[in-house]
């Protein structure tokens, strides 16, 4: 399998291999049975199982650079979002004032 990273190592892309070498595949016959006969998770749920171990991973992660949010700061986010106006213009984040510019 010759790697999009591999690739770049001389200064290609995959569409300069192509036309280098014709049009037939970067990947090996074996590495493209294997990722075929991978499953497709589209559409699966996870258990509640795995979803608590989700959960409990992501409890001590630093959000942002000021660290997690507190309950306070949810709260005020979760109401300018839902003063959002949906369509036709777009909110401005750092705007104390909570205003919306028009998109034409």
Not at 51 to 77: I, T
Request: hydrophobic fraction near 25%; glycine fraction near 8%; aromatic fraction near 6%.
């Amino acid at each position: 399998m010759i790697t999009q990273t591999h690739l770049k190592t001389h200064g290609m892309t995959v569409q300069d291999y192509r036309n280098k070498f014709g049009n037939e595949s970067h990947l090996s016959p074996e590495y493209l049975a294997k990722l075929r006969a991978r499953p497709i998770r589209r559409g699966w749920k996870h258990s509640e199982e795995s979803k608590s171990q989700m959960s409990d991973k992501l409890k001590d992660r630093v959000v942002g650079p000021r660290g997690p949010m507190s309950d306070e700061q949810r709260r005020l986010l979760s109401e300018k979002a839902k003063r959002r106006p949906l369509h036709g213009s777009y909110w401005l984040p750092n705007d104390p004032l909570g205003r919306t510019v028009g998109v034409d």
